[in-house]
């Protein structure tokens, strides 16, 4: 075990000696993360960006006319109006992720605001669309809130005259604000008018792109880490270190064992290190359960060494392992979920995803992440990977040739 | 008998035998070397010089026959004899990432010796190699005399009673070469046995004490310059012989050999 820890050592001090290539190996991933979150996520911001929802309304007074007047005055969100009898037909889009939301004004909206009752504004949603509904429902809510202040006002003056019987309002300013003060109260407890947002879509995935981006990005980019550690193995082989290693006392397995544990040790550290910038930076939700984040680490980078032991073990030359490193490292990442959330693939990929070390991470990172589940609820994943690791290993072992046969 | 008058035997190989893919690299060879001499190994590309060292070295096992060093079988104390011998490869087998320093700290540490026995060594071989103002750049910052002269060293960190040398001059310019040269003659002086193996005639003349040619996996002449000389003499029509080299081409032919 001693000579296994000194050929750690080794490996440690010859892969911290260039630093470029591990810095580069963490900031590439949290440079994608960045760009794609960004991407995938209207809430950050950026560029122009416009959004068509239908509305059916059916308010036969000014009030919903002049919502959507309002609506038509911004340059985000644009409105297509609707007949009630389109009605089933612009749910069933909306379930169907077809659109984005359906917006569908009461007949009493008129009504109920002026006589101070509140209005109920429908908000049919795709909950499972996490680009453009944020941005409705934020445009929404602030149009409401306006509405609600301008109603606030009116209301208050109107409330004075009453009481005034039309006297001048100037002496009265103060008096005024108290009523005011009062109706706002009311206000904040029952606004004029409220939306109300009920989700259609068929399953709710609590899909959130940080807490896909990171994990997904940290294990591509660990798996091209690890791919480093399969690639010293065969630079030892090519340059001759290791036919040197084998003319000493070193037993063989400790020098796999220390360039393994090396291989893990880099894999696992850089899993932490994206995991913290994504929770520092992105705002990334690290779930209930971090024993249940630090053991599906340790399974992911487990698995992804024993596949780099394994290519190791095939791959007769650094030059072939280059571009057969980099395919498994692309197919693993888009079949098994890195890029995108794998519930939105057809369900015969999401079976073949299995395949991949990827998937079983990425579930196990989005139960913990996305899901609120705990340790207990990743343990399958956990235990699929380390048993993938483990037949990895036991055919890499065997088939590694220390020396030309 | 006196033991200068006849040297103990340090290397006994006794027909020994590799293939590959069913083609033989060495053909069922025997010689001995004697303890604190150099042994030079000559011969062609492919002649199974790498073969032969590799099989000593423990690197390789050999399919038949066997070869005791300092009486233990590679066959059967493989680690025992790992411990005793040192071995410097034809390529430049050191951590071009890490220094001169800590190439041979590492390389000393997988012989079991205490940390203060591995920063003395690595001192005391630093300066036999003229290395140690060096210590801190990094090997891949070195010139190729001072890559070898350090891949010699590290062959070095055990006390080895024996070292097998794989062309360990390949690449180097003159001067670095005759740097080596006087490294290895300090390295003999200090009474540790060589075996030494090279397609340069002339540093096979200038060190070993004891030269054998191989062939297509097999040693088709040995003994000391001098002897072989008389060989040349009375098996080939060569008149004036003038060196090692000519009796070399007469041997292995003058045919390329890639």
């Known amino acids: 075990m001693l000579h296994a820890f000194r050929v750690f050592k080794k490996e440690m001090l010859i892969t911290l000696r260039d630093p470029v290539a591990l810095i580069w190996l963490l900031a590439l991933p949290i440079f994608i993360i960045a760009i794609t979150s960004f991407a995938f996520s209207g809430s950050y911001g950026g560029g122009k960006f416009e959004v068509t929802i239908p509305v059916i309304n059916r308010d036969s007074g000014p009030m919903g006319q002049q919502l959507l007047d309002a609506i038509g005055q911004q340059d985000t969100l644009k409105i297509e109006l609707k007949t009630n009898d389109q009605e089933m037909g612009l749910r069933q889009q909306v379930a169907d992720g077809k659109t984005v939301a359906l917006l569908i004004l009461p007949a009493d909206l008129t009504t109920q605001v002026s006589t101070g009752k509140q209005a109920e504004l429908q908000l049919l949603t795709d909950t499972n669309e996490t680009t453009q509904l944020p941005m409705v429902t934020s445009i929404l809510g602030s149009l409401i809130s306006t509405f609600n202040s301008i109603t606030l006002s009116s209301r208050t003056v109107v409330q004075y005259e009453l009481d005034t019987q039309g006297l001048s309002l100037l002496p009265q300013v103060g008096a005024i604000g108290e009523q005011a003060s009062k109706i706002a109260q009311t206000l904040q407890q029952r606004p004029s008018m409220l939306i109300t947002e009920t989700p259609l879509s068929t399953t709710d995935t609590g899909y959130d792109p940080v807490a896909q981006n990171v994990p997904g990005y940290a294990i591509m980019f660990m798996l091209f880490g690890v791919m480093m550690g399969a690639e010293a193995i065969l630079m030892e082989k090519e340059e001759g270190t290791l036919r040197r290693l084998l003319t000493t006392p070193l037993p063989r397995w400790s020098f796999l064992a220390g360039k393994l544990m090396s291989n893990f040790i880099i894999g696992f550290s850089q899993l932490v290190i994206i995991f913290a910038v994504g929770h520092l930076i992105f705002g990334l939700d690290l779930g209930s359960s971090i024993p249940g984040l630090i053991l599906i680490s340790i399974a992911t980078a487990f698995a992804a060494n024993a596949a780099g032991m394994l290519l190791a073990s095939f791959i007769k030359t650094r030059r072939q392992l280059g571009p057969v490193s980099t395919f498994f490292i692309l197919f693993s990442s888009a079949l098994g979920g890195s890029w995108w959330p794998l519930f939105i693939t057809p369900q015969w990929m999401q079976n073949i995803a299995k395949v991949t070390i990827t998937a079983w991470a990425m579930e196990g990172y989005s139960n913990l992440l996305m899901y609120g589940k705990g340790i207990v609820d990743i343990l399958p994943q956990v235990g699929a990977l380390l048993f993938y690791g483990a037949v990895l290993f036991a055919i890499g072992l065997k088939k590694f040739q220390f020396k030309e046969s | ?258």
């Open chain 2, 1 to 258: 008998m006196s033991k200068k008058a006849e040297p103990q035997i340090l290397a006994r190989v006794s027909s020994l035998a590799k293939s590959f893919n069913h083609v033989p690299a060495v053909k069922s060879i025997s010689f001995e070397i004697k303890r604190g001499e150099t042994f030079g190994l000559l011969g062609p590309n492919g002649a199974g010089k790498t073969t032969t060292i590799n099989m000593l070295a423990t690197y390789l096992r050999p399919d038949s026959g066997d070869a005791l060093i300092d009486g233990k079988s590679v066959n059967t104390d493989e680690l025992e004899v790992k411990k005793i011998i040192g071995f410097v490869p034809q390529e430049i087998a050191l951590y071009s990432d890490l220094t001169a320093r800590e190439n041979l700290i590492f390389f000393g540490s997988i012989y079991s010796q205490s940390k203060t026995v591995i920063q003395e060594r690595t001192d005391e071989l630093l300066e036999f190699v003229g290395l140690k103002d060096e210590t801190k750049k990094r090997v891949k910052q070195f010139s190729g005399g001072m890559k070898r002269r350090l891949n010699i060293a590290a062959g070095l960190m055990n006390r080895p009673v024996f070292l097998m040398m794989d062309e360990p001059t390949v690449g180097i310019d003159p001067q670095s070469r005759e740097n080596i040269y006087e490294l290895i003659g300090r390295i003999k002086e200090q009474g540790t046995t060589i075996l030494y193996t090279s397609h340069y005639m002339e540093e096979v003349e200038k060190l070993c004490d004891t030269i054998a040619i191989m062939d297509h996996g097999t040693i088709i002449a040995s003994g000391t310059l001098g002897e072989l000389l008389k060989l040349k003499k009375k098996t080939h029509k060569v008149y004036r012989p003038s060196g090692l080299e000519e009796l070399f081409i007469q041997l292995t032919g003058s045919h390329l050999r890639d």
